[in-house]
């Protein structure tokens, strides 16, 4: 393991841990999608049924193992089928030039590609399949990703999602949106 090639919980972690611990619930099956150290999981594990993570990076997989974090080498949640009451993202957000782009293993917890929003738009648009039907979403996303865009993207997958914490830092505003399926679109046999 490779510490410099795991990203170290900052200001976005300590915000989705924050706004994980405000909504988990005993009886969850938790899903954290790129958990990196596995801060965020090894944090709320204790308090829910159930928790496994995902993580790309060799290096944070191994980081996880050490916090005693059930995880998953894979691209976001390929593989798992679920269902999941809630899951939790921190993804790449930056927006990130190609000429920007750095080849190593940290790249994938950073790079948002040219919007910020490359992987959002990828978790998005396949969350619904590993999601229970009354399950929830919480995403962390920047005000350098258009967090109106995001929410775009989320009504489009058949989701309504609203803020349900921020904090404002240097440069940037830092927000945590929480999605659920809308109900009101959903038919019977989706529920």
Do not use: K
């Amino acid at each position: 393991m490779t510490l410099d090639q795991v990203y170290s919980p900052a200001e976005d972690s300590e915000l989705l841990l924050r706004a994980a611990l405000g909504d988990v619930r005993p009886a969850d099956r938790v899903l954290e999608v790129g958990t990196g150290s596995g801060y965020v999981a090894a944090s709320i594990q204790d308090r829910v049924e159930s928790l496994v993570a995902t993580e790309i990076n060799p290096h944070a997989v191994a980081s996880a193992h050490t916090r005693g974090v059930a995880v998953v080498r894979t691209d976001l949640f390929a593989g798992l089928s679920g269902p999941f009451d809630l899951v939790l993202f921190n993804p790449p957000y930056l927006p990130t030039s190609p000429e920007e782009r750095i080849d190593d293993w940290l790249e994938y917890a950073l790079d948002g590609g040219p919007t910020g929003r490359a992987v959002i738009e990828r978790f998005i648009a396949d969350v619904g399949r590993v999601l229970s039907p009354f399950g929830r979403i919480l995403l962390l996303v920047s005000s350098l990703t258009d967090p109106d865009a995001v929410r775009e993207l989320f009504a489009r997958q058949g989701f309504v999602s609203f803020i349900v914490d921020n904090e404002s830092l240097e440069g940037e505003t830092l927000f945590v949106l929480r999605a659920m399926r809308d109900l009101c679109r959903m038919s019977p046999e989706g529920i």
